[in-house]
């Protein structure tokens, strides 16, 4: 089964930094655009970010813009979330998936991998 293993997450104070990886293997990744997304106790899956294949093209939610940055290293088949300025409401874990194009939906994205928890304390 091909997929993406993230790698990462931990426990950091509000207003530190952390950065996500997500490893996958070369056919999951040629062509794919990226994305991250997260899922807190009792809510919902929500997309963070995404990146096109040759990454010249990204999107931001709303509440990570000007904090996170999406970034990929094709020559490594890994995808990287750069997250800054922490806050306690960014604790979640962590995926990352693989879509056809670039698109901020969730139902578009497969090989899901296990994801990363990320813990943001006050």
């Known amino acids: 089964q091909v997929q993406a293993v993230e790698s990462g997450g931990g426990l950091v104070q509000a207003g530190g930094s952390l950065r996500l990886s997500c490893a996958a293997s070369?056919?999951?990744?040629?062509?794919?655009?990226m994305g991250w997304f997260r899922q807190a106790p009792a809510k919902e899956r929500e997309f963070v970010a995404t990146?096109?294949?040759?990454?010249?093209?990204?999107l931001y939610a709303d509440s990570v813009k000007g904090r996170f940055t999406i970034s990929r290293d094709n020559a490594k088949n890994t995808v990287y979330l750069q997250m800054n300025s922490l806050k306690p409401e960014d604790t979640a874990v962590y995926y990352c998936a693989a879509a056809g194009s670039l698109t901020t939906s969730r139902s578009e994205y497969r090989f899901w991998g296990q994801g990363t928890q990320v813990t943001v304390s006050s």
């Open positions: 070369r056919r999951t990744f040629v062509n794919y655009a």
């Open positions: 990146i096109t294949w040759r990454g010249g093209s990204t």
